[in-house]
């Protein structure tokens, strides 16, 4: 199996406000994809059919998280950004080491986060801290979605 990477996609686009007035903004989302190429080509078609108006993709960057917490709870609308530190003890000189990773949990609010978190790393043999958990801006996430090729698809509807 291809290991994918994380792209932050930025897209910006004339919003409809509360108060009716249109405003200019640029929403960040994150996609799975091979390459910044398709990168693009996949957020382009993720937005397309939620956008009314044009919309740009006006940047794109990677992004690096080693686990996401998801889940499928209707309130939980919001994206936060976990600093894990690890600590391993180096055999050979008897030192403590220590490692850090990012990970991404979907949760309603911080609490809910650092539950989910802690929920989702219970089996990890490994000792970890928390050493910071934030709200992002991130509005959704794209995993990546294996294209089925056109062939297939004509011999499964004729069979």
């Known amino acids: ?7 932050e996609c930025k897209i910006k686009y004339d919003k ?8 200019k903004v640029t929403e960040p989302y994150l996609v ?3 390459n ?32 996401f917490f998801e889940t499928a709870e209707e309130s939980a609308d919001r994206w936060f950004k976990a600093k894990l530190v ?13 490692t850090s990773q990012n990970v991404l949990i979907q949760a309603a609010d911080l609490r ?13 043999m490994m000792d970890y801290v928390i050493a910071s958990v934030a709200e992002t801006q991130i509005m959704d996430v794209y995993h990546y979605k294996e294209a089925v090729p ?3 698809q004509k011999q499964s509807v004729e069979e």
């Open 16 to 23: 409809t406000m509360e108060n009716g007035l249109m405003k």
């Open 86 to 98: 690890f600590v391993t003890l180096d055999e050979k000189t008897g030192k403590e080491r220590k």
């Open 32 to 34: 799975d994809a091979l």
């Open 36 to 67: 910044f190429t398709e990168a693009e080509r996949r957020i382009i078609e993720e937005m397309t059919p939620f956008m009314t108006g044009e919309f740009q993709v006006a940047d794109i960057k990677r992004a690096h998280y080693a686990e």
């Open 150 to 152: 056109e062939f297939s």
């Open 1 to 7: 199996m291809m290991m994918n990477e994380w792209f």
């Open 112 to 124: 809910g986060a650092i539950t989910r978190l802690d929920e989702g790393m219970k089996g990890s």
